[in-house]
Antibody, heavy 121, light 107 residues
Framework: QVHLVESGGGVVQPGGSLRVSCEASGFTFRNYGMSWVRQAPGKGLQWVAFIQSDANKEYYSDSVKGRFTVSRDNSKNTLYLHMSGLRADDSAVYYC??????????????WGQGTLVTVSS | DIQMTQSPSSVSASVGDRVTITCQASQAIGTWLAWYQQKPGQAPKLLIF???RLQSGVPSRFSGSGSGTDFTLTISSLQPEDFATYYC?????????FGQGTRLEIK
């Protein structure tokens, strides 16, 4: 049974930095591409970032490019999102999401419960 | 970048009704289209991918169709547990994109 557990959310001041994590279990983490998807309060879903299974390739949405960095530690079955230059419009629940199989990395069949990031002074 | 336009943004319906939600991509994506259901306080759940294939365990009252730029999600006979928000997502290329969502409410 797949489990994805996010942590590290909290309140951060504008311009600040934060790292959120996603600990994975129940599947062979090193074989799957992973993404971060966020949802601002009362709003829709927004894809944020993707990292390939071997960490050799990353993609970002235009809204976070240059400010956010996705990484992973396959020895620890953990996905990370390091966020810097945070703005109020980055406030959201951040979900980690797993691709449906190693060859299809752009569709998500398992999601974590999310971690809330609030950017406020 | 590919943009997804979903409509309607909200719809009110009754148990037993048939409901259709549409999603349009700004450029052709073949059948690389996924549909998700999200209930309040929960993570999204994958219903359909590619465009017309139901995921395991999804009731047969859900169906998807379309290819290229125009897609639909149909619920043939609404059940109480179907009242939720539905999102389409293009899975063809990065950056990935979701539609704005359709909130399905009880009339």
């Amino acid at each position: 049974q797949v489990h994805l557990v996010e942590s590290g959310g909290g309140v951060v001041q504008p311009g600040g930095s934060l790292r959120v994590s996603c600990e994975a279990s129940g599947f062979t983490f090193r074989n799957y591409g992973m993404s971060w998807v966020r949802q601002a309060p009362g709003k829709g879903l927004q894809w944020v970032a993707f990292i390939q299974s071997d960490a050799n390739k990353e993609y970002y949405s235009d809204s976070v490019k240059g400010r956010f960095t996705v990484s992973r530690d396959n020895s620890k079955n953990t996905l990370y999102l390091h966020m810097s230059g945070l703005r109020a419009d980055d406030s959201a629940v951040y979900y980690c999401a797993k691709g449906i199989d190693p060859a299809v990395v752009t569709v998500f069949d398992d999601w974590g419960q999310g971690t809330l990031v609030t950017v406020s002074s | 970048d590919i943009q997804m336009t979903q409509s309607p943004s909200s719809v009110s319906a009754s148990v037993g009704d048939r409901v259709t939600i549409t999603c349009q991509a700004s450029q052709a994506i073949g059948t690389w289209l996924a549909w998700y259901q999200q209930k309040p306080g929960q993570a999204p759940k994958l219903l359909i991918f590619p465009a017309s294939r139901l995921q395991s365990g999804v009731p047969s009252r859900f169906s998807g169709s379309g290819s290229g730029t125009d897609f639909t999600l149909t619920i043939s006979s609404l059940q109480p547990e179907d009242f939720a928000t539905y999102y389409c997502q293009q899975a063809n290329s990065f950056p990935l994109a979701f539609g704005q969502g359709t909130r399905l409410e009880i009339k």
